[in-house]
């Protein structure tokens, strides 16, 4: 059953899987870094979360988005 009908996609792009994986790999630093009682790599993790939030965005604008100019959908 399909549902075609406003369906954006779930970000499926080339922006979004480097955001998440770099963000994933942020929060998972910054876990270790808390556990490990190492302040000032926690803080370096956080801003490591926001750089891929930032990657994200800029590849999206680069046209790697759901609905970029350099991305093509993959058939399901």
């Not at 994986?21 to 942020?26: E, R, S, Y």
């Amino acid at each position: 059953m399909s549902n075609n009908i406003g369906d954006p996609g779930h970000g499926h792009s080339p922006a979004a899987w480097t955001a998440v994986v770099i963000m994933l790999v942020a929060v998972s630093l910054g876990t270790l870094f808390f556990f490990l009682d190492m302040p000032v790599l926690v803080w370096a993790s956080a801003a490591l979360l926001v750089v891929g939030a930032i990657v994200g965005w800029a590849m999206g604008k680069a046209g790697y988005g759901v609905n970029g100019s350099k991305y093509v959908a993959k058939e399901h």
